[in-house]
């Protein structure tokens, strides 16, 4: 290969061999093994036991709501991370058998419907029908090389929407609303703490049950195939069958997830199921290490935790100041360069504020979107022309996008920068431009904004660390 | 049995099959030399099609045209496909190859991840709002060819030439240039290429360009022959793009536009008939089951697509 060969010596022999060191040389590697070396009980009751104790610590029905939202990501990214950590398959119609479980709980449990099952039939029943759906839906790809898997996928899902937005037995966009309770045997679940445990308990059997799968033949097939599927057939493997059984069991998950999730909003819309909500359990899986189950719970919990802050303009600009600061800090070799760049930061955006207030007083004159005390030190810091937001926060003119547009091609560019000296002094008006654009333009479409930051945040992952925080680094021998 | 309406379905179909023919000329070449399925091809289209409308604004609008209709038409044309090679090859540089030799699911969940980053980034600053080419204002409807049941407005008549003239153009560069020769040779067998001397690394790029500049094409077309766009315009035609390269031949030249064209034809008579064939029962919008039906039997019955020749597997 005519490419250069980047700093790790891929292929190498001594390169893998000292692999094990190499990643109790860092936080996160000594972290991964210490999780790795923790028996599955241990995680299982770690991660329950705030969980479970988080209903009698809260009061607000606000924060009981996100706690219940929290675990049914943390179940949908266990489901598709089936699939996509284990086995390696791009499934892309994941969100469409989470939604058909909460359509076919509608169907089996609401007034419209006008049945009434139990949940202890209805939920294995649905259970079973979405993962025989799934194993369906990639039957045609079975002949084919995985990618194929994906548009199949892809397809299904907008099949998925065709139908529900426009079929008159789903009531189109306006979904069917008289979803009643969960019933388990005569007795049913009414409130928002109750709805936390069943899905509390949803998530110790599923993740006890994957745990186990995963431990089983079928599991080291999985990941045998996933690493090599030519090899993997050749050992006698039924690579096909393999593969429909992971996407069918992710679809039951799904489906069981979706199951809980119906009676829980007690209503059932199209638009709970779509792409964004797929880019979103991605990000999850991904961000928390494929193919590690407590990776990916500790993703679920922490990008739904971030979209949440990121709904409210002040606890936004926290949480975007701080990563910022503490990725410079963690990133940046030897230590003391961090306090550098970021004190060069603060006295470019001082010197640019007192250049505008000489020069260019309208470029000061808007108002900040936040209202945390962040806010008013960063009022006097960043630059807040006028105009340059609609009250809807839409770009007014060009100044906005150039500036949206300059700082993407400023970051892009920077990463190309081969001397340090250089990418260093770029990094300070990069940073103060960030800034800029975070204050006046994402600030001020925050439900955009962070969807804007979860794309970036995958593509900057998988070039920067491809296994998550909690994966296990793939070593490839070419 | 109604001519009119079949002689407008297939002049529906031909326009939309050649658009859905750029766009799977530009999958199916990046697939062709990457094996990698660029699913965020359709939001290149998207980005043309926002490239295509600022350059109707930035010259007086479709109202009142500071240049000649043509010549606005040319530029549009040219400004997106040189805005989206450049986003493509963008794309390329900071997306993927820094994981050319990783698992082949990272690229792909890369590839979802621009994918939502360029949709969301338009909402960000364009709004949630269709917006509007206006092209009646600029061509009247009128101007066309009229003769029995042959209705055919001229702004459909210049994006079929359009996009003829791109792709016997793709046609030539691919089979009778150094570059065409490249590109082949490395779809075929990169490391073979890459020891013969073919800078591997140049011609993605390129590719890159040429097929992100076809997408961005697309785009412009799409805006002029449909006149709404808005951010998540580009999902439809990425789909419907590599269903047409699937069912032409994954990797083949005349397989895409074959295979874009069936599609066209194939999803503008299932919007024009469906309602009929099923008695009233579904509805115009579910005319994707007839394109996701022919996907799913195409991949059951003949995989390789028409034009494309079975996969081997190489070790």
């Known amino acids: ?478 | 049995m109604d001519w009119d309406k079949i002689v407008q379905l297939l002049v529906n179909g031909v326009t939309l099959g050649s658009v859905y023919a750029l766009v799977a000329l530009g999958f199916s070449m990046v697939y062709g030399i990457l094996k990698l399925l660029n699913l965020a091809h359709g939001d290149v289209l998207m980005v043309g099609a926002f490239i295509g409308w600022g350059i109707l604004g930035w010259l007086g609008g479709a109202q009142d045209p500071s240049v000649a209709v043509w010549l606005l038409l040319v530029l549009m044309v040219l400004a997106a496909m040189a805005g989206c090679g450049v986003l493509g090859v963008a794309i390329e540089r900071f997306a993927y190859r820094p994981l050319r030799r990783a698992p082949r699911i990272a690229p792909l969940i890369s590839a979802l991840g621009v994918s939502f980053f360029i949709q969301n980034t338009v909402l960000l600053l364009y709004g949630a709002n269709f917006r509007s080419y206006d092209t009646f204002d600029l061509v009247d409807v009128e101007v066309g060819i009229h003769r029995g049941p042959l209705n055919i407005w001229v702004i459909r008549l210049v994006v079929i030439a359009a996009a003829l003239v791109m792709m016997v153009a793709l046609w030539l560069l691919v089979t009778r240039t150094k570059l065409g020769k490249a590109m082949r040779a490395t779809a075929f067998d990169r490391e073979a290429a890459a020891m013969m001397g073919i800078d591997v690394d140049r011609v993605i790029v390129k590719t890159f360009f040429i097929g992100s500049a076809l997408a961005g094409a697309a785009g412009v077309l799409v805006g002029l022959v449909f006149g709404q766009i808005n951010h998540f315009m580009g999902f439809n035609y990425g789909l419907k793009g590599f269903t047409a390269a699937v069912v032409g031949g994954i990797g083949s030249i005349p397989g895409a536009m074959f295979g874009g064209l069936f599609i066209g034809i194939a999803d503008a008579f299932s919007v024009g008939y469906i309602e009929d064939f099923t008695r009233g029962r579904l509805g115009s919008a579910f005319s994707d089951l007839v394109v996701f039906a022919i996907l799913v039997l195409f991949m059951l019955l003949r995989p390789q697509g028409i034009f494309g020749k079975p996969e081997v597997k190489k070790v």
């Open chain 1, 1 to 478: 290969m005519p490419e250069p060969p980047k700093q790790p010596r891929i292929g190498v022999d001594e390169w893998v061999a000292s692999a094990a060191e190499r990643r109790a040389r860092t936080v996160a590697g000594r972290v991964a093994d210490v999780v790795e070396q923790t028996p599955a009980a241990v995680k299982l009751v770690a991660f329950a036991l705030p969980f479970a104790v988080f209903p009698l610590l809260v009061e607000s029905d606000y924060l009981m709501q996100v706690g219940i939202d929290t675990l049914i990501f943390v179940l949908l990214a266990l489901g598709l991370n089936v699939a996509v950590g284990w086995v390696g398959l791009l499934d892309l119609g994941f969100v469409a058998f989470f939604g058909l479980g909460a359509y076919l709980y509608a169907a089996l449990a609401s007034e419209y419907a006008g049945r009434d099952w139990e949940a202890q039939f209805a939920i294995p029943a649905i259970a079973v029908a979405v993962a025989v759906t799934g194993f369906l839906v990639g039957l045609p790809s079975r002949r084919l090389v995985g990618d194929y898997l994906a548009i199949v996928t892809l397809f299904f899902l907008q099949m998925w929407l065709v139908v529900v937005i426009n079929a008159s037995f789903t009531r189109g966009p306006n979904g069917i609303s008289e979803i009643l309770p969960l019933e388990f045997f005569g007795r049913s679940v009414t409130s928002l703490d109750g709805y936390f445990y069943v899905a509390l308990i949803a998530f110790v059997a599923i993740f006890g049950v994957l745990y186990l799968i995963n431990q089983s033949r079928t599991g080291r097939a999985w990941r045998a195939l996933r690493e090599d599927e030519l090899a993997a057939e050749l050992m006698t493997m039924p690579v096909n069958r393999l593969k429909l059984m992971a996407f069918a069991v992710g679809a039951g998950v799904a489906g069981v997830t979706g199951a809980i999730f119906a009676p829980v909003q007690g209503a059932v819309f199209p638009a709970n199921f779509d792409l964004v909500l797929l880019i979103t359990v991605y990000a999850m899986v991904v961000l928390g290490g494929a193919g590690s189950l407590v990776g990916v719970t500790v993703g679920a919990v922490l990008i739904n935790a971030s979209l949440e802050a990121l709904r409210d303009p002040s606890d936004a600009s926290w949480l975007f100041y701080g990563v910022m600061i503490v990725t410079l800090v963690v990133m940046l070799r030897p230590r003391w360069l961090s306090p550098v760049v970021l004190g060069g930061t603060v006295v470019f955006g001082l010197a640019a504020h007192e250049l505008a207030e000489r020069w260019r007083p309208s470029l000061l004159g808007g108002t900040s979107f936040g209202e945390a005390r962040i806010d008013e030190l960063v009022d006097s810091w960043v630059l807040l022309p006028e105009n340059l937001v609609t009250p809807d926060g839409l770009p007014t003119g060009a100044m906005g996008r150039l500036a949206y547009i300059g700082l993407i091609a400023a970051i892009l560019g920077l990463t190309l920068v081969r001397s340090r000296l250089w990418r260093m002094i770029g990094l300070v008006p990069v940073l103060y431009l960030a800034a800029f654009v975070w204050e006046n333009l994402l600030l001020a479409q925050p439900a955009v904004a962070r969807f804007v930051l979860i794309g970036a945040m995958l593509v900057a992952l998988m070039a920067a660390r491809p296994q998550g925080l909690f994966g296990k680094q793939r070593v490839e021998i070419a």
